[in-house]
């Protein structure tokens, strides 16, 4: 019984960790998304409407990546001890860039003159933007691996500092951008639709020849991840995902070009976030420390996991609620004379 527990638990664990950071990434992905095209848009009216879509619901979404932090913190304390040192720095920086965002979010409502509200457009934009490249430098990073001995790290504070890693910082910050611009088409109408249907063509580009060049960059960084690329059976869980970006990449394209298809581009570009980290994490299973450490050595005593698994059965539900009645209550074209502060 306890062998079977230490075996599921961390696997159930690693599901709902995953689970709640791929939720951050795509309820927070098209928030951050608009603020790093926030400078593209000259109209204030159309910066207030951009605002206006995502101020009712965007307060809630950071809190599906600390429930991922408190899971890696209480369930796989080995982990957390190890990719914290490792990544001190972009974490700080993804903080700073997130605080700095908060703040411009709630100035640029209060203040009247043009340069200050430009001001603090700009720090939105700004915050926005580092604050998507360093996560994407955060997931390359651990995708390329952590150097380890003795479960203790024993890098530097700068070996997130690769090709690697900044590409991923930014392919992310371009995927984020598509989020937010095809998030405009669904929730807006008029000049800034059309505007962001353009942008979200070359957006939509990009993040496919990203796609592309980290599909072909991962397998060459370890050998495991060759291995999912080349043996049996790994090979039948990886083959199917080009496959399925492809097919998704064209019903994108299809909504864009449809300009009565307002919904389509959003959902399949959430289609392609969903593709990439399912290709990702099949890439680095059963790692959480890649390529050193997997779930079950990082992950703490059973009656541990059992004890947390139990406060968030009761946790969990509160969050989804949350999240669902915020975006239920919210529905509807937006437009400048919405108020929400």
């Known amino acids: 019984m306890t062998e079977t527990a230490a075996f599921w638990l961390p696997v159930v664990w690693a599901v709902l960790a995953a689970s709640a950071i791929f939720l951050y990434v795509i309820l927070d992905g098209f928030d951050l998304g608009i603020g790093v095209l926030f400078l593209k848009e000259r109209d204030h009216d159309h910066r207030n409407v951009m605002v206006n879509t995502v101020a009712p619901v965007w307060d809630g979404n950071e809190t599906w990546m600390i429930?991922?932090?408190?899971?890696?913190?209480?369930?796989?304390?080995?982990?957390?001890?190890?990719?914290?040192?490792?990544?001190?720095?972009?974490?700080?920086?993804?903080?700073?860039?997130?605080?700095?965002?908060?703040?411009?979010?709630?100035?640029?409502?209060?203040?009247?003159?043009?340069?200050?509200?430009?001001?603090?457009?700009?720090?939105?934009?700004?915050?926005?933007?580092?604050?998507?490249?360093?996560?994407?430098?955060?997931?390359?990073?651990?995708?390329?691996?952590?150097?380890?001995?003795?479960?203790v790290f024993v890098g530097t504070s700068l070996d997130w500092v690769t090709p690697f890693a900044l590409f991923c910082g930014a392919a992310v910050t371009i995927g984020y951008a598509l989020l937010g611009s095809t998030w405009l088409i669904w929730r807006c109408e008029g000049e800034l639709q059309d505007t962001m249907r353009r942008v979200s063509y070359a957006l939509a580009g990009l993040m496919l020849l990203a796609i592309v060049a980290v599909s072909a960059w991962t397998p060459q960084l370890h050998t495991t991840y060759m291995q999912h690329w080349l043996e049996w059976p790994q090979?039948?869980?990886?083959?199917?995902?080009?496959?399925?970006?492809?097919?998704?990449?064209?019903?994108?394209?299809?909504?864009?070009?449809?300009?009565?298809?307002?919904?389509?581009?959003?959902?399949?570009?959430?289609?392609?976030?969903?593709?990439?980290?399912?290709?990702?994490?099949?890439?680095?299973?059963?790692?959480?420390?890649?390529?050193?450490?997997?779930?079950?050595?990082?992950?703490?005593?059973?009656?541990?996991?059992?004890?947390?698994?139990?406060?968030?059965?009761?946790?969990?539900?509160?969050?989804?609620?949350?999240?669902?009645?915020?975006?239920?209550?919210?529905?509807?074209?937006?437009?400048?004379?919405?108020?929400?502060?």
């Not at 369930?75 to 703040?103: D, E, K, N, Q, S």
């Not at 959003?266 to 976030?273: K, P, R």
């Not at 947390?308 to 059965?313: C, D, E, K, P, Y």
């Open 67 to 151: 429930f991922g932090g408190a899971a890696l913190y209480g369930v796989f304390p080995v982990a957390y001890g190890t990719i914290l040192p490792a990544l001190y720095l972009p974490i700080l920086f993804m903080l700073l860039a997130l605080i700095l965002r908060g703040v411009s979010f709630e100035f640029r409502f209060k203040m009247k003159s043009p340069r200050s509200q430009f001001f603090w457009d700009a720090s939105f934009c700004g915050g926005s933007i580092v604050a998507a490249f360093m996560q994407g430098v955060i997931l390359g990073t651990l995708v390329q691996g952590i150097p380890v001995q003795n479960n």
């Open 235 to 341: 090979l039948a869980l990886v083959l199917p995902v080009p496959v399925a970006v492809v097919a998704v990449a064209g019903a994108l394209f299809l909504g864009l070009r449809n300009r009565k298809s307002h919904l389509l581009p959003f959902i399949a570009t959430l289609g392609l976030f969903f593709l990439c980290f399912s290709g990702l994490g099949i890439n680095v299973w059963p790692y959480i420390v890649p390529p050193t450490i997997t779930i079950w050595q990082a992950s703490s005593p059973p009656s541990s996991q059992a004890f947390v698994l139990f406060g968030a059965m009761f946790l969990l539900p509160v969050i989804l609620g949350y999240t669902i009645y915020s975006y239920y209550v919210f529905r509807g074209k937006v437009t400048a004379e919405h108020h929400y502060h």
